[in-house]
C-alpha cells in the first residue's frame, strides 16, 4: 500500500474527521497536479487531533519543526505558532523517505463541521475518504503559490476514476524521488522551518 493510501486508511480506522484539501483533493477532483504534501484539515478538538498524532506517530512521522508533536493538539500552542511564527500548516515527515509527508492546516478560515459536510464522499481501496469540495479548496488555497488556482479547478475532468489519479500522484511523486529533487526540496523546506523557530527562540535586542 502507497504511504498516501495507508495514511487515508490508518486515519479512517482511528475514527479520525479529516478532510483532504490542497493538492492531493484537486488531484481527486479530476485534475492532473503534481504535488509532494498529502495537505489534511482534521478535527481539532484535543481528543481527536490526539488520536490523529497518533497514528502519524506511529508511522514514524515526525515534525520539522523542532517541537514535540503532540503541542499541535494544544489550542493555545497551536495559536501562538500562528501569531508569533506566520504558521499556516504543521508539518511531519518521513526522515528515511523524503516522498513521505503530511501537512495539517494550522488555522482554518471556516467551521469544521461545514467543510466537513460539504466534502465529496470518494472510495479509496474500500475507505470512505472526504475531499474538500471545489469552492472550499478554493478558499483554503494559498493564493500567491497557487495563483492559478481557479483555473485549474475549472478545467476539472472525470475521464478517471479517484484511485486512477491517486495512483498518477504516486508515480509524479515516485519519479521525483529516484531524480533526488524531492529529497533536497524537502532538507531545505526542514532547515527554514528550524531557522524560523530559532530565530524566534532567540532573546530580543534590547
Partial sequence: MSFLREVL????????????????????HGHMRATKDLD????????????????????????TAPVSVYDFADAAIR?????????????????????????????VPMDFEGLWGRAVLVTLDGVEVR?????DRVALDDAPRWPD???????????????????WLEQMIDLAYESGALQ?????????????????ASPSSS
Fill in 9 to 28: 486508511a490508518r486515519l479512517a480506522g482511528a475514527d479520525v474527521s479529516f478532510v483532504v484539501v490542497g493538492g492531493v483533493a484537486v488531484v481527486l
Fill in 40 to 63: 489534511l484539515v482534521i478535527d481539532l478538538e484535543p481528543a481527536a487531533a490526539r488520536r490523529a498524532l497518533d497514528v502519524f506517530t506511529q508511522m514514524g512521522l515526525r515534525p
Fill in 79 to 107: 495559536q501562538s505558532w500562528i501569531a508569533d511564527k506566520n504558521m499556516t500548516v504543521f508539518q511531519l515527515y518521513d526522515p528515511n523517505d523524503a516522498r513521505n509527508s503530511v501537512d495539517l492546516f494550522a488555522d
Fill in 131 to 135: 475531499v474538500a469540495s471545489i469552492p
Fill in 149 to 167: 488556482a481557479r483555473d485549474d479547478l475549472a478545467r476539472v475532468v472525470a475521464t478517471t476514476t479517484p484511485l486512477q489519479r491517486l495512483e
Fill in 184 to 200: 533536497k526540496a524537502v532538507e531545505l523546506e526542514r532547515r527554514e522551518r528550524a531557522a524560523m523557530f530559532a530565530q524566534s
